[in-house]
């Protein structure tokens, strides 16, 4: 036997169907408390994006509590689950165990919304406009190429306004602790001190080469003259106190230090909130007043970039609307005197939102239905704010769609022809025709149709009737 075949890895491998787990991602940077002492943590809630990867297993291996790990997991914890999946904290503690969770938060979330088929688009703030205008104006896309800034290089980087991106190199200021924010003070800022103010030299030079050139423009000086332009110390000293004369946060020294150290944005002023288009406005609100996202604003959840498309029935072919979706009625519609009324809260896809209806069947909750009453819904639009919640908007499904999702529509209508009962010659005679707009052709849709005809051919009794009463009427024209 070789060397490398009994070395530790090489028995490794062979004991284990489990190499190695990747490095847990850093948590979500809203996940701790902020300088004003506003808590936005908790052992219990959900994460923003999973930082652990989540470990299924075989049903076989699953029955002995094999995970393919050092040692099997406790049977009880991981055998009576409808989410057999796990995430690791410690492959070995100190106490000689492994630190492990359930995972079904975020795996059983993403299938959920896998199966929802819903894209993601600019999150907007939920407002009374926004309500009365959401249904019939769809919003962007997150993955349009004028929002989406994932993958960048250095030179396009300089293109993308930090008010659009969602990743960015420095920390949150506004976000910091006192001990943080001193710590990144000592140990980043100072040791880069040289290298801004070589970047602000050449800022301040190109500022003051451009503002010469159009002077001397101005003056009718020539290309080669306007060209050889020499910046002294004093004015480079002017213009450095000019910056920081400013000390507003919107000044043009604070933008040179963002852009310097890659910083979230700050906040801007009326006059240039005013100037924005409103979809920059939403943006730039979002990333300055709860600082930076802490996910993408798909959070992974879909790729999609639109929902048009049409879902194939098997029997029924193309739908006009996408199938709907069961929701949990968690809480009913009421309303209070000192708060308002309250509009019914749903759980959808892992997800609580507001339904917008005045339906009686969410007037309450109901208590005697296992699992709670439920009602169908269709999905409008979704999006993820920038603390990494769900915002999801839905509407009431109709009657046809809500009786297709449930399958009791389950062949499609054919078209037959309708038959009329004989009537005799006497009881016609005196009688006014049939109405010129009713079609003898029916589709099965209204009861009249549905409970005459059976698609058979007339009868020859009946064709004798009929032949026979033409004939009478023919003799007393006669």
């Not at 609307?321 to 759980?347: D, M």
């Amino acid at each position: 036997m070789s060397l490398s075949s009994r070395s530790p890895t090489a028995r490794l491998l062979r004991n284990s169907r489990l190499f190695s787990l990747p490095q847990p991602l850093p948590r979500p940077s809203h996940d701790s408390s902020l300088a004003a002492g506003i808590v936005r943590a908790s052992d219990t809630a959900t994460l923003p994006y999973p930082t652990h990867q989540a470990l299924a297993t075989p049903t076989s291996s699953r029955s002995r509590g094999d995970w393919g790990l050092k040692r099997p997991l406790p049977l009880r914890s991981t055998t009576n689950t409808t989410t057999p999946s796990v995430r690791i904290k410690a492959l070995d503690t100190i106490e000689h165990i492994t630190d492990y969770e359930s995972a079904a938060d975020h795996t059983r979330t993403l299938v959920k919304w896998q199966e929802m088929n819903i894209p993601l688009v600019v999150h907007e703030q939920r407002t009374r406009s926004s309500m009365s205008q959401v249904y019939g104006k769809p919003r962007k896309s997150v993955f349009e190429d004028s929002i989406d800034n994932t993958a960048v290089s250095e030179a396009e980087r300089a293109t993308v306004t930090s008010d659009k991106r969602w990743k960015f190199d420095g920390p949150w200021i506004a976000g910091m602790k006192q001990g943080e924010f001193r710590y990144y003070l000592e140990n980043v800022v100072k040791r880069k001190k040289m290298t801004f103010n070589v970047y602000l030299r050449k800022h301040i030079r190109e500022h003051l080469t451009k503002g010469k050139m159009y002077e001397m423009r101005d003056k009718g000086a020539g290309a080669a003259e306007a060209g050889d332009i020499h910046i002294t110390g004093e004015e480079y000293a002017d213009y450095i106190k000019k910056l920081r004369s400013d000390t507003t946060l919107n000044s043009e020294l604070s933008r040179l230090i963002r852009d310097f150290l890659d910083l979230p944005g700050t906040g801007e002023s009326e006059s240039g909130a005013n100037q924005r288009s409103p979809l920059a406005r939403l943006e730039v609100r979002d990333v300055t007043d709860a600082g930076p996202p802490s996910t993408h604003p798909s959070a992974g959840l879909s790729y999609l970039r639109t929902d048009s498309f049409l879902e194939n029935h098997p029997v029924l072919g193309p739908l006009h609307k996408k199938l709907p979706i069961q929701a949990r009625i968690v809480s009913g519609r009421s309303s209070n005197f000192t708060r308002g009324a309250q509009r019914p809260k749903l759980g959808v896809g892992g997800v609580i939102t507001e339904l917008y209806t005045d339906s009686h069947e969410t007037a309450r909750m109901d208590l005697e239905t296992e699992g709670g009453a439920k009602i169908w819904v269709h999905t409008v639009q979704a999006s993820v704010d920038p603390r990494g919640r769900i915002d999801l908007r839905i509407v009431k499904a109709d009657d046809v769609s809500a009786m297709i999702a449930e399958g009791k529509v389950d062949k499609p209508v054919t078209m037959f022809r309708t038959q009329s009962e004989p009537r005799p010659f006497s009881s016609r005679l005196n009688e006014p025709l049939d109405r010129r707009g009713r079609s003898r052709m029916g589709y099965g849709l209204s009861g009249a149709s549905a409970g005459l005809g059976k698609g058979n051919r007339m009868s020859d009794e009946t064709a004798n009737a009929r032949a026979d009463s033409l004939l009478g009427i023919l003799d007393q024209a006669k």
